[in-house]
Nanobody, 118 residues
Framework: QVQLVESGGGLVQPGGSLRLSCAAS????????MSWYRQAPGKERKLVAGISSDGSTNYADSMKGRFTISRDNVKSTVFLQMSSLKPEDTAVYYC????????????WGQGTQVTVSS
């Protein structure tokens, strides 16, 4: 069965760093574009960063220079390195898998909470 399991969230002080991980199983990982989204209370879920199988990346403007997405196709894992964290980064972070060509094939993880507070 398909699984996307996020981990690495928690409480961090402003200016601190966290690395999120998303372990994927149950599908051909290398055939999927992997993305991180986040959703704050009362807000819409929005794209944070995405990475294709060949390593091409894209970021939301507010994340550029602070967040880095990467993937390990051997271990079927995608990462989000987060630095210079701000209180407004507080949200549930979700991992998403989308097939490169079959747009109807997508999966979501359960999310991991990131709280930035002093």
């Amino acid at each position: 069965q398909v699984q996307l399991v996020e981990s690495g969230g928690g409480l961090v002080q402003p200016g601190g760093s966290l690395r999120l991980s998303c372990a994927a199983s149950g599908f051909t990982f290398s055939s999927y574009v992997m993305s991180w989204y986040r959703q704050a209370p009362g807000k819409e879920r929005k794209l944070v960063a995405g990475i294709s199988s060949d390593g091409s990346t894209n970021y939301a403007d507010s994340m550029k220079g602070r967040f880095t997405i990467s993937r390990d196709n051997v271990k079927s894992t995608v990462f989000l390195q987060m630095s210079s964290l701000k209180p407004e980064d507080t949200a549930v972070y979700y991992c998403k898998a989308r097939h490169m060509y079959a747009l109807g094939l997508s999966y979501w993880g359960q999310g991991t909470q990131v709280t930035v507070s002093s």
